[in-house]
């Protein structure tokens, strides 16, 4: 509950699809919800959707339904985040973010920031035009 790690980002070209994996390295995982969210160059960080983890309910950005979806797999304590269709709009940095169970005082909708405890350092994700 402590590490998250991302990986599967890289250079695709626009159209391309893309699953990028969070992992953590903790015997047990069992945090309230978890979220992705993205950076562009100049920009500040952005929701693209998150889930809880016990009733596997997700939410998406308006910007990214219909595009991507998220899923888990509980047994590997590891979050998927499937992206289709990408466009050069989506180029940006991609952070898996959780919300434990003892911190999550402040989550209402699970789209902002401040409402996750733990992020990982992110996964650099470029669409060519």
């Known amino acids: 509950q402590a590490q998250v790690v991302e990986s599967g980002g890289g250079l695709v070209q626009a159209g391309d699809s893309l699953r990028l994996s969070c992992a953590t390295s903790?015997?047990?995982?069992?945090?309230?919800?978890m979220g992705w969210f993205r950076q562009a160059p100049g920009k500040e960080r952005e929701f693209v959707g998150n889930i809880h983890w016990i009733t596997v309910h997700t939410s998406y950005a308006d910007s990214m339904k219909g595009r991507v979806t998220i899923s888990r797999d509980s047994a590997k304590n590891t979050l998927f985040l499937q992206m289709n269709s990408l466009k050069h709009g989506d180029t940006g940095v991609y952070f898996c973010?959780?919300?434990?169970?003892?911190?999550?005082?402040?989550?209402?909708?699970?789209?902002?920031?401040?409402?996750?405890?733990?992020w990982g350092q992110g996964t650099q994700v470029t669409v060519s035009s």
């Open positions: 973010a959780e919300c434990s169970r003892t911190g999550c005082s402040s989550y209402t909708s699970g789209s902002r920031t401040y409402e996750y405890d733990y």
């Open positions: 903790g015997p047990t995982f069992s945090p309230y919800a």
